[in-house]
């Protein structure tokens, strides 16, 4: 059956926004409404006509509103099959009157839980009827139209007024769709915060995972691959995901992901001075914290002048006019930053297609949460890497400590190593990168990638030397072999940190001493796939 006119609808709500014009609607069609506690108050108060529904099923609402639409009169005017004689037979013996439009909303089950209530008020929350109804609403939509999110009210008013007062089978199919992906995101919230935060199983039998999608990409990596982008559900997800673009071109996949693993980088100085970060291929080619942004971007620029064209630069302050113009100097893809003033929107609005995407607050480095990546037939899942490192817990393994300078240096390094694709190397010097090499397959080559980025960097600054001359030089885990470090003294590195645990480990920290160098041991290392 195509059309079906709506002459009954239930509507229970926990989200009332909307719901008076929705029901000023439907009783303009002529629509009998059937309601329920806090749903019905609202819709009388404003002088509509609204049947209880203790009414239509000849019970009261007991055991503190958990019992109320669990019934058939209620679920039997939703699954019964109108063009099916038996069904329409049962409907008659039993009174059952048809309910053609079903408007739910579930209980705040993540919204409760984010606000930190007690395990007895998380329970409450769970939403038992509104599901079920949801569910047996969806399952008919041959004949019964669900809507279950307040963003639809429009569309539903606008299908009726086109209609008569009926809706279309396209349109009740669709609205089914989005019922039983809001019912199934439900149950995976529940699910999760049972195993997670209720039963402290990190990695739980079952694994449900909830995202939204959030919109269709021009391709994927490549042309030849389709995309879309899905944002993680609940009131804290918080990311490149809930970031507003304020202008710019559609953002494509390779943008989303250079652009998350600058916000992560930069998130990293989040209570630091002026911190500039600039990815290019989801690794950082320059990041500098200095007085100022516009000298932040300055000495991160300055790393590698040739990669930052057409990169992705993540800020940790509101983005000012100043460093706004600095950027425009080149070609950048995507800016990223808390927020940007009134003089800086006006820099980027002459560049139409530069996209700026304005974060908010930036994310907690520290938070907890999980990653996943798929493989031929399923799934790697692993914790967050959120772990860091204070000055307490270095161990210095060298005849020579470093300076404080060298310390300051060495943590930067760290700090930075940790979002490079490993093998990993970073030298840094002043609070800005002077050389990184990424991605290599041996640990000795991204120390020589590294130098010579620092040298090739200083040729075109005209500087002389090499800021690797006095750096500090962070690597992502142990050296296997002294040859990987004494490539890094060969470039002027005077201090070491790293994770230290190899087998040689006696071997390497016999070179640093021989050269003079501090080296300083982490006991963590930061791969990064």
């Known amino acids: 059956m195509d059309q079906v006119k709506i002459a009954r609808a239930l509507l229970s709500v926990s989200d009332k926004s909307g719901i008076i014009e929705l029901g ?17 108050t609202a819709l009388r108060d404003v002088g509509l006509a609204v049947r209880d529904i203790s009414e239509l099923t000849g019970f009261p609402e007991m055991m503190d509103g958990r019992v109320k639409t669990l019934h058939p009169k209620v679920h039997g005017g939703l699954l019964a099959v109108r063009d099916d004689a038996a069904h329409v037979a049962s409907m008659a013996e039993h009174e059952i009157g048809a309910i053609d439009l079903v408007v739910v909303n579930l209980y705040p089950f993540a919204q409760t839980v984010a606000k930190g209530a007690d395990r007895d008020t998380i329970i409450e929350n769970i939403d038992i009827g509104g599901p079920s109804m949801v569910r047996s609403a969806a399952k008919n939509h041959e004949f019964v139209t669900i809507v279950t999110d ?7 008013i606008g299908e009726m007024d086109a209609s008569a007062g009926a809706t279309s089978l396209a349109f009740r199919k669709r609205l089914a769709a989005r019922a039983f992906a809001a019912t199934a995101t439900y149950d995976g919230m529940i699910a999760s915060w049972f195993g997670f935060a209720d039963q402290g199983q990190m990695f739980p039998e079952t694994m449900p995972v909830t995202l939204k999608h959030g919109s269709t990409l021009r391709y994927g990596e490549n042309p030849h691959q389709s995309a879309a982008f899905y944002t993680a559900t609940g009131p804290q997800a918080k990311g490149i995901g809930q970031a507003r673009q304020v202008q710019g071109k559609e953002l494509s996949y390779n943008n989303l992901n250079d652009a998350d693993a600058a916000l992560e980088l930069v998130s990293e100085f989040r209570d630091a001075e002026p911190s500039v970060v600039i990815v290019k291929h989801a690794n950082p080619c320059g990041v500098a914290t200095a007085a100022t942004l516009e000298e932040a971007y300055a000495a991160a620029f300055a790393c590698d002048t040739v990669s930052a064209f057409g990169g992705i630069i993540a800020l940790n302050r509101t983005l000012d006019e100043s460093t706004a113009r600095a950027i425009a100097g080149i070609f950048t ?33 520290k938070r907890g949460g999980f990653q996943a990546k798929s493989i031929a037939g399923g799934w790697l899942v692993q914790s967050r890497d959120n772990g860091s490192v204070g000055e307490a817990d270095l161990k210095v393994v060298t005849k020579r400590a470093p300076t404080a300078q060298e310390l300051a240096d060495c943590r930067f390094a760290w700090t930075v190593a940790k979002h490079v694709k ?23 080559e991204s120390a020589r990638i590294a130098a010579w980025k620092a040298k090739d960097a200083a040729d075109k600054a005209g500087w002389g030397t090499p800021r690797t001359i006095g750096s500090a030089v962070a690597s992502d885990a142990f050296f296997p072999f002294a ?47």
């Open 24 to 40: 000023q609607a439907l009783a303009r069609h002529g629509v009998e409404l059937v309601s329920t506690g806090g749903t019905a």
């Open 150 to 156: 307040p963003g639809d009210y429009a569309e539903l």
């Open 333 to 365: 893809e995507v800016v990223v930053a808390p927020d940007a003033d009134e003089g800086a929107l006006a820099v980027f609005a002459a560049k139409k297609n530069l996209r700026l995407l304005l974060t908010g607050e930036l994310p907690d480095p």
């Open 422 to 444: 490993s093998n990993a190397i970073v030298y840094a010097r002043d609070g800005a990168t002077a050389g990184i090499g990424a991605g290599q397959m041996n640990r000795l």
């Open 483 to 529: 040859d990987g470090l004494l490539a890094a003294v060969e470039a002027g590195a005077t201090a070491v940190i790293q994770p230290g645990g190899s087998i040689r480990d006696e071997e390497v920290i016999a070179a640093a001493d021989e050269a003079g160098l501090a080296m300083v041991f982490t006991g963590m290392r930061h791969f990064r796939h």
